[in-house]
């Protein structure tokens, strides 16, 4: 599997790009705006997108995807995520209001947007590329992604906060490579991460120290303006992890 960082900022401006990762040519894991950097081919070759939560930086591309390449394609788009997020999707985005119900254009034995409920802890196998949905702890139901080849794994933790379920699933993945975790406020705005159910540095080194695997360490989901300070602070509070901040356009393989 080939894994392309295609948005991995908190927010938007200059280059900056919300959460989305590409595996292969055909998944998206979450659709941030980073989705709309792909040339028009490379977006209609996507058949699966998977989910975290239903918030806005993770799911913002979804529409404009299925509208601008559902008439190129055969087959729907599938989405798949947990029954919260799915109904959130239906309930507050593809509602005829906010943007057309894609699962009914155009028509319903052949649309251009399909749903596909996924449980946590449930594998879905795309020819051999295992992606099963991990436990998040976040304001809105949620779930991150481990992604496995057969040779070895990426973990992406999604938006959350203290979060155990991660270290389980963590601890228990024999061939970890890669881990992927959010650390979306600096140590300053620790009240708001709280409130908001992301992780600040401190409490990141908190959730680190619970892991007894060593794979390589990659901080996103980082608030614009707030970057190098709380990389700094990573640094102080997680360095014996040796955390690097995750790129735009960063490949892996697995
Ligand atoms: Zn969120
Ligand atoms: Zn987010």
């Known amino acids: 599997m080939r894994i392309r960082v295609l948005g991995c900022s908190g927010g938007i401006g200059g280059g900056l790009r919300t959460t989305a990762l590409l595996v292969d ?3 998206l894991i979450d659709a941030g705006t980073g989705v709309g950097d792909l040339p028009l081919q490379a977006l209609a070759r996507i058949d699966h ?3 975290s939560h239903s918030h806005l930086d993770h799911v913002t591309s979804i529409p404009f995807l299925v509208d601008t390449v559902g008439g190129m394609r055969s087959a729907p788009v599938t989405v798949y995520g947990i ?3 799915l109904d959130t999707l239906r309930t507050h985005l593809f509602n005829w209001k906010l943007w057309p119900d894609f699962t009914q254009i155009p028509d319903a034995v052949r649309p251009f947007l399909a749903y596909r409920e996924i449980r946590v802890g449930e594998t879905v196998d795309l020819d051999g590329r295992r992606i099963t949905a991990i436990p998040a702890n976040h304001t809105v139901p949620a779930v991150g992604y481990a992604l496995d080849s057969g040779r070895s794994s990426l973990i992406y933790s999604g938006d959350t906060w203290v979060n155990d379920g991660l270290w389980r699933v963590v601890n228990a993945t024999a061939n970890l490579k890669y881990l992927i975790i959010e650390t979306a406020f ?3 705005e620790h009240d708001v991460a709280m409130a908001s159910k992301h992780l600040c540095p401190r ?5 680190l120290a619970k892991m007894r695997a060593s794979p390589e360490v990659f901080i996103t989901h980082l608030k614009p303006g ?8 990573v640094g102080e509070a997680a360095g014996r992890w040796r955390p690097r901040m995750l790129e735009n356009n960063q490949e892996f393989s697995l």
């Not at 409490?203 to 959730?207: N, P, T």
């Not at 707030?226 to 602070?233: F, G, N, P």
């Open 226 to 233: 707030e970057v190098a300070l709380t990389m700094k602070e």
């Open 83 to 85: 029954k919260e997020t």
């Open 203 to 207: 409490v990141l080194a908190l959730e």
């Open 25 to 27: 040519e055909d998944v």
């Open 186 to 188: 600096s140590d300053k």
């Open 49 to 51: 997108i998977f989910v």
